[in-house]
């Protein structure tokens, strides 16, 4: 199905003190090796960001906040307005276990009577890897404006369907790389299990490098 994904490479890092983005999984930077799983996915990648000095070395298009500041949201719209497919994969650019076949799955339960497919994990809403048809544009902008930056307000003005994790098959085929799927990375605590899991289980299964 074609779609765009919309990598959000903004945000502050105030819990990890630096850019979470470049920190190093194995050989490569976090973002390089999330940008390389959506490779595998789609050629339309879009990285959101008003920093692109410090991401030429991935060799994909920028896209800067209209919005400024103003969180995921802004992301969201910035990469929407400038998307030329209707549908859009949003992924934070903290989770370094991201899976193809996870976002493949998700762009399959996308139906027309929907504006996005949003997995819940463990009764968690996962707003941030996420599919997202362009109809909601108008609406993204409508809550921009009024300053309501909350995802949950945003959610609550689309038709949102739910899927759980017993919907993926890679839950059932993998457990474990499912779990994995949905880590992410905000503090030097989380960094420091990302390169533990990496070596230990990444590494170990599949003799990454």
Do not use: W
């Amino acid at each position: 199905m074609n779609c765009t994904i919309l990598l959000l490479a903004g945000g502050q890092s105030s819990r990890m003190g630096m850019n979470k983005a470049l920190l190093k999984i194995g050989e490569a930077v976090n973002i390089q090796r999330v940008a390389n799983v959506f490779k595998k996915v789609t050629e339309n990648i879009l990285v959101v960001t008003n920093s692109p000095e410090e991401y030429h070395f991935l060799e994909l298009p920028f896209i800067p906040d209209i919005y400024i500041g103003q969180g995921p949201l802004g992301g969201l719209h910035a990469g929407m307005s400038s998307s030329e497919t209707e549908l859009q994969v949003l992924s934070a650019c903290d989770m370094p276990f991201v899976n193809d076949q996870a976002v493949n799955e998700m762009l399959s339960f996308y139906e027309s009577d929907f504006d996005a497919i949003i997995p819940e994990i463990n009764g968690t809403l996962q707003p941030l890897f996420a599919v997202y048809h362009k109809r909601c544009l108008p609406l993204l902008t409508e809550c921009l404006e009024k300053k309501e930056l909350k995802m949950k307000l945003f959610l609550e003005k689309i038709r949102v369907k739910v899927i759980k994790e017993t919907d993926f098959s890679l839950y059932h085929e993998d457990p474990e790389r499912f779990r994995l799927l949905f880590f992410n990375m905000n503090t030097m605590e989380d960094y420091e299990e990302a390169k533990h899991i990496y070596q230990t289980e990444i590494v170990r299964k599949e003799g990454t490098p």
